[in-house]
């Protein structure tokens, strides 16, 4: 029998399961409450617009565009709507600045392949998005934590060449993250733009939730503001990656970069090595609801999240115990709850499914250097205001028992 270990290239021992992945299983069973998975609830996808979008396909003579091969920079209609789009948040650009890809993870698997060479650093948050470093770890990088206002750029410069390795380009969600629910300040942009510039490095926007915002005022994009400093798109080091996984429907696997046409000419060589181009069916359909449908579709998932995030809110402040510390986010899916201090996320997670028929992440899955065991990921995207309301209360019940028996 051959020995596979012996022949897989170094890089794949750094590949692991994904913890929320395998936690999606859970809501198979009926019995769990579970706010473990971050995926948009499926009652809110428009069914009838894409069951429309796709019979027209097949009715007005584009079936054989549709099922045929297609160029890899994406569907030009496709690519027209969202020049519009980003310009309504004040990213100005042109079709040849946008690229379509197989969701925003495939983008960030190119952006890894595209920066990183083993050893070199990388500059992610703590926590960070799961998939982010999931996707950059096939390339082994170095992590180092990015601050958003207590580190210099030449404290990232010095640690990297320590190590022997330099600092590639820095990584983080700016609006309502996956896993923390908080949103980058104005004020943190900006450094982080002023950071990026003094170490002459790309800047990884991920804004997957930039469209779930249920209050407060709405920040500029990295992107946006770095376009306003440089005077145009291509000469920005801001790289935006965005998807409709969150608005319209994530089984379509449509997401987009937005960048300086040297990045997405790269990101182009990349499509054509990889898998040639996105489904051309999907990304019709998905330019035809989205032409006709857009605001109307935001307008339905945030009225729906809203609700369910200020029902998760409520019952936190009614059943958690003290000691206990949540975020409280003006958009997205996710509330980040801190335990008190000694408690473990994954230690409760066992207990939490076994005796109180909850599930949710551990957050320790979420920062590179495997710390954060005292913090847990909350979704409130796919359960019901009384869901919610008896899965928190199950939840502070065993918190507080938990606490009590380490007493």
């Known amino acids: 029998m ?7 290239a170094t890089r794949s021992s750094r590949m692991r399961a994904s913890e929320i992945r395998e936690l999606l299983k859970l809501l198979d069973k009926p019995d769990i409450i579970s706010f ?20 027209e396909l097949f009715s007005d003579g584009r079936a054989g565009a549709a099922l045929q091969y297609s160029v890899s920079e994406g569907y030009l209609p496709l690519r027209t709507w969202l020049t519009e789009e ?7 650009c042109d079709v040849d600045n946008i690229f379509i890809t197989s969701g925003s993870q495939q983008a960030l698997d190119y952006l ?47 640690a990297a060449e320590e190590q022997g390795s330099a600092v590639k380009f820095a990584y983080l969600s700016t609006d309502f993250a996956n896993p923390t629910g908080q949103t ?30 249920y209050d407060g005022e709405a920040i500029p994009p990295i992107l946006s503001l770095d376009i306003a400093r440089s005077g145009g798109i291509d000469a920005c080091r801001t790289i935006y990656c965005g998807s ?21 000419r790269k990101l182009v060589l990349m499509k054509q090595a990889a898998d040639l181009h996105s ?20 307008a339905k998932i945030r009225a729906a999240y809203v609700a369910r995030r200020n029902a998760m809110l409520s019952a936190l402040e009614r059943h958690m115990p003290a000691g206990t510390q949540w975020t409280r986010p003006e958009g997205g899916m996710f509330v980040w709850v801190t335990l008190p201090a000694g408690m473990d996320g994954a230690e409760l997670l066992a207990r939490s499914v076994e005796t109180e028929k909850v599930a949710f992440v551990p957050g320790q899955a ?12 909350l979704s409130f995207s796919c359960a019901s205001e009384a869901m919610i309301e008896e899965g928190i209360k199950r939840l502070g019940r065993l918190v507080g028992s938990t606490l009590l028996q380490a007493a």
């Open 86 to 92: 980003m310009g309504r948040l004040g990213i100005a």
């Open 279 to 298: 489904s051309t069916i999907n990304q019709m359909v998905v330019a035809e609801v989205a032409r006709k449908h857009f605001p109307a579709q935001i």
């Open 184 to 213: 980058v300040s104005l004020e943190e942009r900006e450094r982080v733009l002023a950071m990026a510039d003094e170490l002459d490095i790309p800047v990884i926007e991920d804004a997957a939730y930039q469209h779930l915002r």
């Open 112 to 158: 890894g392949k595209l920066f990183i060479s083993p050893g070199d650093t990388a500059l992610v948050t703590w926590p960070t998005y799961l998939g982010a470093l999931q996707a950059f770890n096939a390339y082994e990088p170095t992590y180092d934590q990015l601050g958003l206002g207590n580190r210099t750029p030449e404290s990232y410069r010095a």
């Open 366 to 377: 979420f920062f590179a250097d495997r710390s954060g065991t005292n913090t847990i990921r």
């Open 244 to 264: 409709f996984s969150k608005t319209l429907a994530p089984g379509l696997r449509v997401g987009y970069v937005v960048a300086a046409k040297p990045v997405i």
């Open 2 to 8: 051959l020995n596979w270990d012996h022949v897989f």
């Open 36 to 55: 473990a998975g971050g995926i948009p609830d499926p009652a809110l996808f428009p069914q009838a617009e894409f069951a429309q979008a796709y019979a």
